[in-house]
């Protein structure tokens, strides 16, 4: 048994909280898209889209911030497996990873636009 399968699961939760704070204090667009997913949540909130709607909301923004993540954790890993060295194939990972987190924000976009749109339309025909 490894030390990692050891832990308990306090210190499992640990970890992954460590996990949260690591990857917000490294990636700047993580920042970001965690600052515009509390204003869409906001927003959600005080335009009452509806709990069906609100919940497309949060789990769009669990897949963005999802895909950061991810994409921050294949990079250092093929950083650190690559000692940093410049690899075609390192960056053509790397380029993928970065157009996946591309492609989950720009469908996430769309999403709020259909969400909002008409809510904001509703709100000026008032």
């Known amino acids: 048994m490894t030390k990692f399968k050891a832990q308990s699961f306090k210190q499992k ?3 992954a909280r460590h996990g949260i ?20 949540v906001i927003a959600g909130l005080i335009l009452h ?19 950061e993540m991810l994409n921050s954790a294949l990079e250092f890993s093929i950083d650190a497996l690559y000692k940093n060295k410049y690899s075609r194939l390192v960056k053509f990972a790397k380029d993928i ?3 996946a987190v591309l492609f989950v ?10 969400i909002f749109v008409p809510e904001l339309l509703k709100l000026l025909a008032n």
């Open 97 to 99: 990873s970065a157009g």
């Open 13 to 15: 939760i640990e970890n």
């Open 105 to 114: 924000s720009f469908i996430s976009v769309v999403i709020g636009i259909l």
């Open 49 to 67: 889209v509806g709990s069906v709607k609100l919940c497309i909301l949060l789990l769009t923004i669990a897949l963005v911030v999802l895909a």
């Open 21 to 40: 704070n690591l990857a917000l204090r490294a990636e700047k667009n993580l920042r970001v898209h965690s600052g515009v997913a509390g204003l869409v």
